[in-house]
């Protein structure tokens, strides 16, 4: 990157200026790996000190069952497959109680797109699940599940809403959104609700009162300029409601794992690779710089090993998703070794370990529990430390 280019850049960042979108392509064709990180760090630590939040969740997919076929997606299936599944709400209360044990906060509930089931179905779940776990927040549906809900029952997302909050809803996920611009989009996303829907949807939650976290998945057909183009959307949308909670980048991921018919369901698979560690540090802290009006940056470590995670915390990212016993969304596709259970002081080591102060949240990221700060790594005993995945 031409040096003069480099000192503007770090002057509007010191400065605290917005950065435009030919800043965000001129910080993907930096290489400088360490600059970027520091940039970002400086930001993030603006912003969050050397906090880094989690929260204890676990995610719950009700169903794999899906209408769509979008490109990248190894967690669908279709009706009468080996390895299909759907729960009933008796059997979605089963597991949620199963899962008590931890005090968990927050459950997070994403799923297919199911072909037949009612709309009656989904309110019913959270009711059920509300009543079985009071003290549980209910963290529920992507805006695609949302506009899917509108085609089966007829209704309007505002009334959908509606009767979701009434349920017991806390927040929607931020799932769905991939990659906004069409050059892309039209290639990987096969159900319906693109940006204009995935808008319209977080924009009516966020009028209701919701707040709401938001994503992006980078590392495919993607180029820089597209990831740009996501986050300056998410900005100025949050400059209109300023409901989303959080910014995370979401790794893509092969298929490789072993389903029930062995089957490669990643149809971009042979043309893709994988973003590398470098790249994955290098989104984090672009959108960290870009989205100056998000508090918050997660990694969500079971797409990126928790080495990746930690070193993460370091390029923008402040928080890191909690504790989850089970993932079936990621896991159907990893074969990293990268667990998928973390307990709470798991993950109070890893943010220790890494060198900061590990800060307990809820759904809204509002303070649970501040922890002590991390011991200085200059002042560490030379024993041998933790190795993570
Ligand atoms: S990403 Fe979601 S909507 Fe697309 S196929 Fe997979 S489960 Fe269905």
Redesign the pocket.
Known sequence: MDIGVKRQLEEKVYAGERLSRADGEALYASDDLAWLGRLAHHVRTQKNGERVMFNVNRHLNLT?V?????A?????RKPGEKDAYTMRVEQAVQKALEMQDEQLTELHI????HPTLPWRYYPRVLKELKAALPNVKLKAF?A?EVQWFEKISGLSADEILDELIEAGLESLTG??A?IFDWEVRQHI???ACHWEDWSRIHRLAHSKGLRTPSTMLYGHIEEPRHRVDHVMRLRELQDETGGFTVFIPLRYQHDFHDSADGKVRNRIQAQTTMASPAESLKTFAVSRLMLDNFDHIKCFWVMHGLSVAQLSLNFGVDDLDGSVVEYK?THDADSYGTPNTMHRDDLLHLIWDAGFTPVERDTRYNVVRQYDPAPKLADRRSEPQQVWA
């Open positions: 794999n899906c209408s769509a076929s979008c990248y997606c190894s967690f669908q994403v799923n297919g797109l992507t695609t799932g769905g991939e996303v096969d159900h969304i």
